[in-house]
T-cell receptor, first 112, second 114 residues
């Protein structure tokens, strides 16, 4: 079945860049998403990319998509302590009833 | 505030209890979802409702019973749960079930089964 994988933890120093990686298996994925979950809260959409794009930039966030390798990454420039959260990668694909599959989440810890 | 509220925020129950989780969305969306979030596991989709009709049940045990009386409200009825059902239960909504839809999540109910 379809699968989305992420590493569980990432630790960076304040001011550095963070890169969170994700791999997925469904080649028919049409949209790929990054969600952020802060402590005690639900997930909030950060950004998304359509599968025919390679890159999308939105302020401090850069999303890179390598469709051949089914690899998605989220780069956060000038990481701040407020960026500490769990980041979920998700994909949607038009297979069946438009499945929406999330990864395990990567817990980002920003050290002051 | 995402426009999706969940109550209660925390619930502790014994294995023989019956309880219900409630979700309400104020966004005018047509699709609503229940997810289970456990540590170190992918977010698990449990149920999907679209225009009040259940469209997906991802092999969820019958001790979880969803109910969607209208497009704004979603319930998850719980009975005879097991300790391994302890998790964060997230409700979400989206405009519809199309290919591209942003899901808006509630804060979740932290469930502990003793």
């Amino acid at each position: 079945g379809e699968d989305v994988e992420q590493s569980l933890f990432l630790s960076v120093r304040e001011g550095d860049s963070s890169v969170i990686n994700c791999t997925y298996t469904d080649s028919s994925s049409t949209y790929l998403y990054w969600y952020k979950q802060e402590p005690g809260a639900g997930l909030q959409l950060l950004t998304y990319i359509f599968s025919n794009m390679d890159m999308k930039q939105d302020q401090r966030l850069t999303v890179l998509l390598n469709k051949k390798d089914k690899h998605l990454s989220l780069r956060i420039a000038d990481t701040q302590t407020g960026d500490s959260a769990i980041y979920f990668c998700a994909e949607s694909s038009p297979s069946g009833t438009y499945k929406y599959i999330f990864g395990t989440g990567t817990r980002l810890k920003v050290l002051a | 505030e995402t426009g999706v509220t969940q109550t209660p925020r925390h619930l502790v129950m014994g294995m023989t209890n019956k309880k219900s989780l409630k979700c309400e969305q104020h966004l005018g969306h047509n699709a609503m979802y229940w997810y289970k979030q456990s540590a170190k596991k992918p977010l698990e989709l449990m149920f999907v409702y679209n225009f009040k009709e259940q469209t997906e049940n991802n092999s969820v045990p019958s001790r979880f019973s969803p109910e969607c009386p209208n497009s704004s409200h979603l319930f998850l009825h719980l009975h005879t749960l097991q300790p391994e059902d302890s998790a964060l239960y997230l409700c979400a909504s989206s405009q519809d079930r199309g290919t591209h839809n942003e899901q808006f999540f509630g804060p979740g109910t932290r469930l502990t089964v003793l």
